[in-house]
């Protein structure tokens, strides 16, 4: 499954695991380096574990605001 947020177009694969599922997400490489890390969650099915896998990677990429030092 192809997922894109923010410009960055991430491959989310899913692996059974017993009675829970693991997703994991990665972004194409550039050169021989992986642009983001990679990205991983565990729920107990399919649409659980990819839900919070994009919940992760949506708080990782919000931008912190920069605070004014008034000293």
Do not use: C, Y
């Amino acid at each position: 499954m192809e997922w894109e947020h923010k410009g960055i177009r991430f491959t989310i694969t899913t692996e059974k695991l017993g009675p829970l599922v693991m997703a994991s997400a990665r972004t194409p490489q550039e050169g021989m380096f992986v642009r983001v890390r990679p990205f991983s969650s565990i729920g107990r099915d399919e649409p659980k574990a990819v839900e919070l896998l994009k919940a992760q990677i949506t708080l990782e990429m919000k931008r912190v605001p920069e605070i004014d030092n008034a000293d």
